[in-house]
């Protein structure tokens, strides 16, 4: 039984991150945030245990396996960020090429939802993880702005003729 419990507290902590999975980019990017700092302390943790090989050999399964979950974690991250990357700025080049055949920018974005602040339509964006993208129209021109975090995004500005800016 004693050897049992030792084990469950090597694995249940490390595994305790994926309880935090979400959906929502917002919520990924920080706990890959959260998980560098576990995987920084999980480093300094495995370097000490390795000089005393010998006599933390049964502690080195926790600070392993944190760092395996925390480096799966980021780099699902990024890849789900850069997924709806990409789709934000195939939204911009569609929304642009509409600017471009007409003589203004769309005034509202068909299927994406009316935020109540001015003239804003919100729409979610990317594969399992999404991230929200704002659109805000002008006269000529439109913003948009894919949040990441809490003042951590991307902005486009478009505008009708902007051909330097899709090189």
């Known amino acids: 039984m004693k050897a049992f419990t ?12 994926l309880l935090f999975l ?6 990924l990017t920080f706990l890959s945030g959260v998980s560098l700092i576990f995987l920084l302390i999980s480093i300094i943790s495995i370097s000490i ?3 005393n090989f010998s ?8 600070p392993a396996l944190t760092s395996i979950i925390a480096i799966g974690i980021n780099l699902h991250s990024q890849h789900s960020y850069n997924i709806a990357k990409d789709e934000f700025y195939l939204i911009a080049r ?20 009316k935020l ?8 979610l964006i ?19 702005y894919m949040k990441r ?10 505008s009708q003729n902007r051909d330097h800016l899709r090189k």
């Open 116 to 123: 109540k602040k001015g003239m804003q339509y919100k729409k």
């Open 126 to 144: 990317g594969g399992s993880i999404t991230y929200p993208v704002i659109y805000t129209p002008h006269d000529k021109t439109f913003e948009l």
């Open 94 to 113: 569609k929304i642009e090429s509409y600017c471009d055949n007409n003589t203004r920018c769309p005034d509202k974005m068909q299927g994406w939802e």
């Open 55 to 62: 006599k933390h050999k049964k502690h080195l399964l926790r």
């Open 49 to 51: 245990k390795l000089f």
């Open 22 to 27: 979400s959906k929502n980019g917002i919520s």
């Open 6 to 17: 030792h084990w469950l507290k090597q694995i249940l902590p490390p595994l305790t991150l």
């Open 149 to 158: 975090f809490t003042d951590l995004g991307l902005i486009y500005i478009g």
